[in-house]
């Protein structure tokens, strides 16, 4: 008995439902494995995590509160990696976006919030899509890899801001600590409740809105379409494809730097180093996941505040934090593995009598 | 290494669809040059791919020094002292020429003997006039150099019977002599050199011998004493003409495309097309004849803006419209039925509904500023479907899983519905049927009654014939002959593609430079 893969000349929508699913419950019951060798009760350990993050109002707060970075990048990820356009510096337009947000109050304290807040949104932006110019720049007239330079150009955006937090911007009565003096009341992102999410869920909700009808029904979308799918065809149909590079890179670094922007104004209040978990590298994954689909990135993106948050309580059962990593690298692993059920299926050759089915 | 002596009996090779190879038998001698001449698809690639290896044959045997061998991969074949030298460089550009050439070694030591070697390249280099650095890398090679590599490359691993594809569609002309000279040098060292080409000049100049192919089969072998072009343009060109079509003598109006000296690059930096100008009216078919690869894309492409014209003036309806963008030329009524439907002229995931809108998307009657207008697309879509019959399963099905007579009505249905002015048609029936070949041609007919002017660019002969009201022969990216449909005697028109340019009386060999 022999297994061959044949391809399917249509895509199978019950596989491209069913894989992510399934590949969850693999990628679990494969860290279960580890977890049992090491001497614990995995499903106790799920359990924990599961309740942590989703049993009470405190545990669903932290996973939205973790969700909203990761929706935000995934987002900004997602339009570019639509046109091809591998963008994995959305850690370094991250910081670059809470290092724009953060200038404003630093440098006009006293403004009240209507103005203080938008200008914070505007310079958050515009810092993150301008740290995506310059990749965008260097591959449409020299042809360099953007996956290189994005990449690059997180170490120096992260090392940017640590430059500020620890020499010009530092808080002088901040016992000699690495962070800027603590916001104004109206630098602050209104948050709901007396919970500590804030108002950046909006910004995701209504970015998702915008891209749905982006890409179902606008001219800007189908040529976005169209040019990821090939650009020799958009060229053809006489599309500028150089000026819609520009315009979806700095888009996409723009959202990323708006994540930057709400992290900062809605949790840390003042910037600081280590802003980011890695937000901006577990986001690549949640666009992927969500297959660039903007309303499947807020539901990966809410799975992974769920294993983020499952995965700082269990530490006091004596389990290190990054198994939530470890879930998440799992989850990656066996989708991309089990996407290739939805190109190809398995023809089973070799037995008796039994040729494979030809349509 | 002696020569094997090669005989290839009954060769049949079978692509879906086509019968490539036909029972062909190819005799290959040592120490002598033969040279396989005929159009693109006449089975030439195919029977050499077959004996370096490449492809199984469905059909016939290869005797090697009279023994039968079944060669089932090039490593067997090279092995039997065969090396070919594809059009496309197989060669690893980050390497350098050393390294390329030891990839291809399976039974050395572990440890590659980088002295000796170098030292063997040389000595080859210099005994067959091959000059090339070993230590260089391949990507700082031009592609003369590149094609010197493929050649030591196959030396090297011990190939006395080499055989290349076109060899000189690439090179310069001071290149290709000498290539001409080391190819000389070889025969008359022992070697069987076969090398595959559509131009008669170099089988006057290099070949000792030649078989001629045509539809996958063989139509004369000729020796060098035996060389006459009317004969070998004979035996490549099916003389044969079907019917032609009724047509309707539409009065032709004023200029709609006009070239005036034209000079482009293709994409190796090479000149596509030089000094090429031409005249397309309202309600004419243009055809230009030629063979694949003598400047037709370059020449498609400069006209719709898709490449630039490094000289020369592009005019339609007398407006200069010289390297304006591809979307300009759309706007002026400029239609464009590229030679590579899916992937140019067609997006292959997206759907029969979304390639239909690809020229319309920006039309007030479909978009407005910011949204498009989807109900107006999809009945527009359907309405063409319909008129076009383009058979399909649903409108929104990825266009990729169209048959390709289909992929063609689905392509020209877009491009006519944008009512052109101009329509440029490149290799438009290639791979079709013969149902489909005449509805294509039939929609091109009616075309042409709605006085659109249209330039249709083919290698098939026959077609042109039928279609055209003009026929042009493009060579080595000038235009070589231009006459009304009922002067171009067949023979003329091919001698032309050959590049003879004898056969129009004219200064003899200027197509060489």
Not at chain 1, 45 to 72: D, F, N, Q, R
Not at chain 1, 210 to 216: S, T
Not at chain 1, 296 to 318: E, K, M, R, S
Not at chain 2, 58 to 86: W, Y
């Amino acid at each position: 008995m022999q297994f061959r893969l044949e391809k399917r000349l249509t895509h199978s929508p019950v596989m491209a439902m069913a894989v992510p699913a399934v590949a969850t419950v693999l990628a679990l019951l494969f860290c279960a494995v580890f977890l049992a060798l090491t001497g614990r009760q995995p499903f106790e350990l799920y359990a924990v995590m599961l309740t942590g993050a989703l049993g009470s109002s405190y545990g669903l707060s932290e996973t939205v509160v973790k969700a909203i970075p990761l929706m935000l990048c995934g987002l900004g990820i997602s339009i570019a990696f639509r046109m091809q356009l591998w963008n994995i510096g959305a850690e370094g337009q991250f910081y670059l976006g809470a290092f724009g947000a953060t200038w404003v109050p630093l440098t006009f304290p006293t403004l009240p919030a209507v103005v203080m807040l938008p200008a914070m949104v505007i310079c958050g932006m515009a810092a993150g899509g301008l740290w995506a110019l310059v990749p965008a720049f260097l591959r449409i007239k020299w042809q360099v890899n953007e996956i290189i330079t994005t990449l690059m150009l997180n170490y120096v955006g992260i090392l940017w801001v640590y430059y500020f937090v620890y020499g010009p911007w530092r808080d002088p009565k901040g016992f000699n600590f690495p962070l800027t003096a603590p916001f104004p009341a109206a630098a602050m992102l209104p948050t709901l409740g007396s919970s500590r999410i804030h108002i950046g869920l909006l910004f995701a909700f209504v970015i998702v809105i915008l891209f749905v009808v982006i890409f179902r029904n606008s001219r800007w979308g189908y040529e976005i379409k169209v040019i990821g799918a090939s650009e020799r065809a958009a060229r053809y149909a006489g599309m500028n494809i150089k000026r819609n590079m520009y315009i979806v890179m700095i888009m996409s670094g723009a959202i990323c730097g708006l994540a930057g922007m709400a992290e900062v104004s809605g949790i840390a209040g003042r910037l600081q180093p280590s802003l980011s978990p890695g937000y901006g590298y577990t986001a690549i994954i949640v666009a992927w996941l969500a297959k660039l689909n903007p309303v499947a990135i807020v539901f990966v993106a809410l799975l992974f505040g769920v294993l983020q948050v499952g995965g700082y309580l269990v530490q006091t059962y004596g389990v290190p934090a990054s198994i939530a990593a470890m879930i998440q690298g799992a989850i990656l692993f066996f989708v991309v593995g089990g996407e290739i059920l939805t190109q190809y299926r398995i023809v089973i050759t070799g037995l008796k009598g039994a040729e494979p089915a030809d349509e | 290494m002696i020569t094997p002596h090669i005989a290839m009996r009954g060769i049949i090779k079978k692509f879906p669809g086509v019968l490539a190879n036909d029972n062909i038998d190819l005799e290959i001698i040592p120490g002598e040059i033969q040279a396989l001449l005929g159009e693109n698809g006449s089975g030439k690639s195919t029977l050499m791919c077959i004996l370096s290896g490449l492809y199984k044959p469905d059909g016939g045997t290869i005797l090697v020094n009279g023994d039968e061998r079944k060669f089932r991969s090039p490593r067997e074949s090279i092995a039997c002292g065969i090396g070919m030298v594809h059009q496309h460089f197989k060669l690893v550009e980050t390497f350098t020429v050393a390294e390329n050439i030891a990839l291809s070694e399976r039974d050395g030591s572990f440890l590659l003997s980088t002295e000796k070697m170098i030292a063997d390249i040389a000595a080859l280099g210099s005994k067959y006039g091959l000059e090339i650095k070993p230590e260089a890398r391949v990507w700082q090679l031009s592609l003369g150099e590149k094609q010197r590599v493929e050649i030591v490359r196959m030396l090297y691993h011990g190939s006395r019977v080499l055989i290349l594809d076109e060899p000189t569609a690439v090179l310069t002309p001071q290149e290709a002599t000498e290539l001409f000279v080391t190819l000389r040098k070889m025969a008359r060292d022992g070697c069987a050199v076969v090398f595959i080409t559509h131009k008669l000049n170099e089988v006057y100049e290099l070949a000792d011998r030649v078989t001629v192919l045509r539809g996958g089969k063989v139509t004369g072998v000729l020796n060098h004493g035996q060389l006459e072009t009317k004969k070998m343009v004979a035996m490549m060109i099916d003389r044969e003409i079907a019917t032609s079509y009724e047509r309707d003598t539409v009065p032709q109006g004023q200029v709609v495309l006009e070239m005036d000296k034209v000079t482009a690059f293709n994409d190796m930096g090479m000149f596509g097309l030089r000094d090429f100008s031409l005249e397309v009216r309202e309600g004419e078919i243009f055809g230009i004849a030629g063979v694949a690869g003598n400047g037709q894309r370059e020449l498609a492409e400069v006209i719709t803006g898709l490449r630039r014209a490094a000289a020369g003036t592009v005019s339609v309806h007398g407006e200069d419209v010289t390297n304006k963008p591809p979307g300009d030329m759309i706007d002026r009524g400029v239609s464009y039925v590229p030679e590579d439907r899916l992937g140019m002229g067609l997006v292959p995931d997206l759907n029969v509904v979304e390639n239909l809108l690809l020229k319309s998307y920006q039309q007030p009657e479909f978009a407005g500023r910011w949204l498009l207008n989807g109900k107006a697309i999809h009945e527009r879509a359907a309405k063409l479907v319909e008129q076009y019959k383009v058979k399909i399963t649903s409108l929104y099905q990825p266009v990729k899983l169209l048959s390709g007579g289909h992929l063609q009505r689905l392509l020209l249905a877009r491009e006519i519905a944008e009512q052109p002015r101009l329509m440029i048609v490149v290799y438009p029936a290639r791979g079709l049927d013969v149902g489909a070949t005449e509805a294509v041609h039939r929609l091109l007919l009616d075309l042409k009654a709605d006085k659109t002017a249209i330039l249709l660019i083919s290698e098939d002969l026959e077609e042109i014939i039928k279609l055209a009201d003009r026929v042009g022969v493009l060579f080595n990216g000038q235009l070589v002959g231009n006459f009304p449909v009922d002067e171009a005697d067949i023979e003329t028109v091919g001698l032309l593609m050959a590049g003879s340019c004898q056969a129009l009386g004219g200064e003899s060999d200027a197509v060489q430079t």
